[in-house]
């Protein structure tokens, strides 16, 4: 699995950004996918999170009701849709793949991760 993140941007308060989480290999990847995020001076914090066939997927409180995660297998992506951004949601963006199938927000499941996306909203 090599995963590579991408989609960050600069975007105002109430706007919208669609992150992508790419699997390089060829083979479909049959693990859990999780999104984690990390700003400035604060621990990495999960987001969200999706199962191996695009079932069972956890979100963080905070991005309740305003971010959908999603996977398309055939590309071999993850989707982060992110609406009615905040300023609070400022940070590098990082997608994980998880040792096991599952959706899980446990980050000591994940064992790959990819290089993130920056992440930022204006007010």
């Known amino acids: 699995v090599q995963l590579q993140a991408s989609g960050g941007g600069l975007v105002e308060a109430g706007g919208s950004l669609r992150l992508s989480c790419a699997n390089s290999r060829r083979t479909s990847s049959n693990n859990g996918v999780g999104w984690f995020r990390q700003a400035p001076g604060k621990e990495r914090e999960f987001v969200a999170s999706i199962s191996w066939n695009g079932g069972d997927p956890k979100y963080a409180d905070s991005v309740k009701g305003r971010f959908t995660i999603s996977r398309d297998r055939v590309k071999n992506t993850v989707y982060l849709q992110m609406n009615s951004l905040k300023p609070e949601d400022t940070a590098v963006y990082s997608c994980?793949?998880?040792?096991?199938?599952?959706?899980?927000?446990?980050?000591?499941?994940?064992?790959?991760w990819g290089q993130g996306t920056l992440v930022t909203v204006s007010s």
């Open positions: 994980a793949a998880a040792r096991s199938s599952v959706s899980t927000s446990n980050p000591l499941m994940y064992v790959y």
